[in-house]
């Protein structure tokens, strides 16, 4: 007969204790614990268990290793996230927020891997088979090799797959699905954690590749991706605003690959298409000379991307000035109007700063500062700034310009996007450089360079 007994879980951490606690004592998030049923199985691991052999210490540099089998999914986007393709037999989570796109990217993959190796099983707690069809006609991803099931039982689901001659497993959602021996409800820390425990199991015993879908809100109010990280091989996490068509793909861990890999992607009518140059996609609006509007280029991962940087500059209706950043730190914002102020003698004690990354991006790159700082200046005196000029630099509290990495894989970029200046802390150029480089020491200096006082 099963044991019942009760404990807390924290849903930011997955933390168990014997009783409630406002702040969890792990993680110190506040108000995280829940209260959940647990029963203990006298034969805990369940049917599944192969008996293995017990394991024995080998040395480091003996026999086998190699490169891992990779599986290209057939998304570049995604396959250089994940370390250039899909790790046979490795488990990868996908978190996000719900209708961020992930059941989209899943049955796209899922169709091009059955195209490209073998059949996929794609378990779907959430939606119907006929709204999955419909889907993938609209998609045009429509395969004879992915085959769905839509069941919430976990455990009627991997035994059906068990049958099954795949390749890949996909589950829609950890959230989603349950295990009925587990008496708490489906989404609870110790379902989910069970559910992923089942599936791991299920694709190590049957030689399969797993991907398993979390999701998470911004708050973390859902028990989820967090307490599965250690879990899996690879952790991607799915980002972007709802409202923009555009959608990042980012690997927070990863055993098989390097975790500084970023995914561009657009959703458009026809589900998502990889981006390969996404520089055009937040340069392509840009206003030709307008006041308040500069081009900066960040690193997102291994990659350079140009992007633009509007600020507005207006006078304080009544009471404290107002600065608002989108897509940019704020405070670091009201370091750089310090710097502005101090340093350059700017009065903006009188005006409302507001600074905008367009395409909405959020920048977390400090090479982007220079800019910030200069389309404050620009949209402060009403003068635009040249064109084709890109700024890049990180700024000190003391209006130092310092140097970032990369310089010269961004002044690459900055050139095939057709810029022929950049302002930059001065660094060691390639022999022929491709572009014109103003190097300035501090930002009083720069913003003599380009005219603005
Ligand atoms: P979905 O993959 O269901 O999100 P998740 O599984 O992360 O919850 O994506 C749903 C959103 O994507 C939905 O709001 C509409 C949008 N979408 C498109 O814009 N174009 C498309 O072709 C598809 C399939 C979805
Ligand atoms: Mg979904």
Sequence with gaps: ???????????????????WYGRCPVCGEWNTLVEETI???????????????????????GEGGGPPMRVQLGIPELD?????GLVHGSSVLLGGEPGIGKSTLLLQAASAMAKASGSVLYITGEESLEQIRMRA?????????????????????????AQMDIRLLIVDSVQAVYLPDISSAPGSVSQVRAVAAACLQAARNHDLSLILVGHVTKEGTLAGPRVLEHMVDTVLYFEGERYTAFRLLRAVKNRFGSTNELGVFEMGEHGLSSLANPSLLFLGEKKQSAAGSSVTCIMQGSRPLLLEIQALVAPTAFGNPRRLAVGFDYNRLLIIIAILE????LSLGNQDVYINIAGGLRVDDPAADLAVATAICSALKGLPLPDKLVLFGELGLLGEIRTTGQLNRRAKEAASFGFNEIVCPKFKTEKNPPIKFIFADDLPHALKILNLI
Excluded: H, Y
Aim: aromatic letters at 4%; proline letters at 3%; a positive charge.
């Design 80 to 84: 250089a996230v994940l370390g250039g």
């Design 342 to 345: 101090r340093k350059l003698g």
């Design 1 to 19: 007969m099963a044991k019942k007994r009760t404990a807390f879980f924290c849903n930011s951490c997955g933390a168990e204790s014997a009783r």
């Design 137 to 161: 006609q609209r998609l045009g991803v429509l395969s004879d090799k992915v085959f769905i099931l839509a069941e919430n039982n976990l455990d009627n689901a991997l035994e059906q797959a």
């Design 39 to 61: 029963v203990e199985e006298k034969s805990s691991a369940g049917k599944q268990t192969v008996k293995k052999t017990s394991a024995r210490p080998a040395p480091l540099n």
